[in-house]
């Protein structure tokens, strides 16, 4: 096991159901209810939907292998960055919007659209206040696809680029 898998290994991942116990995102399990609840919704009022999937891009956690810093160290230092990347988030996002921790190093965001170019303002947000380099996507809700499909387009995007 390389070091990056090490530490991958270690970064606290747990949840109650309701919240990420590390960063206090919501967990999956909440978060899949309400993006539920906001399908069935904007079906009636025609309210557009995306996720802005954030990931935190894994080449900017290790440290330099000429200062090598001991994996326990820079497991600290990458479950701080999570922290301090989810509160940056939520001072970048509005209330009617939610956020998610969906795997080690990265975040979904359920963003209601009024115009297509929401989307684009909350990501200039985001990009602005997060400090650590991220990969950012955004996936538009397209009303003809279950969740899981939607779920399955959002993989692609998020997990490919981290």
């Known amino acids: 096991m390389n070091d990056f898998e090490q530490i991958l290994a270690k970064i606290y991942f747990e949840n109650d159901g309701e919240t990420d116990l590390l960063t206090g995102a919501l967990a999956p399990a ?23 999937s954030i990931g935190i891009a894994p080449q900017n956690l290790i440290q330099n292998n000429s200062i090598k810093v001991e994996i326990d160290q820079q497991v600290l230092l990458i479950e701080e960055l999570l922290i301090e990347s989810y509160f940056q988030i939520k001072r ?15 975040f979904w965001i359920l963003a209601k659209l009024t115009t297509q170019s929401d989307s684009g303002v909350l990501v200039n947000r985001i990009k602005a206040l997060i400090t650590e380099k991220s990969i950012i996507s955004v996936i538009d809700y397209a009303p003809e696809d279950f969740q899981i499909q939607w779920y399955e387009k ?6 490919k680029q981290i």
């Open 30 to 52: 909440r978060f899949n209810q309400i993006v539920k609840r906001e399908i069935d919704l904007s079906k009636r009022s025609k309210e557009k939907l995306a996720i802005i």
């Open 92 to 106: 970048a996002i509005r209330d009617v919007d939610c956020v998610c921790r969906v795997s080690k190093l990265g």
């Open 154 to 159: 959002i993989d692609q995007q998020h997990f």
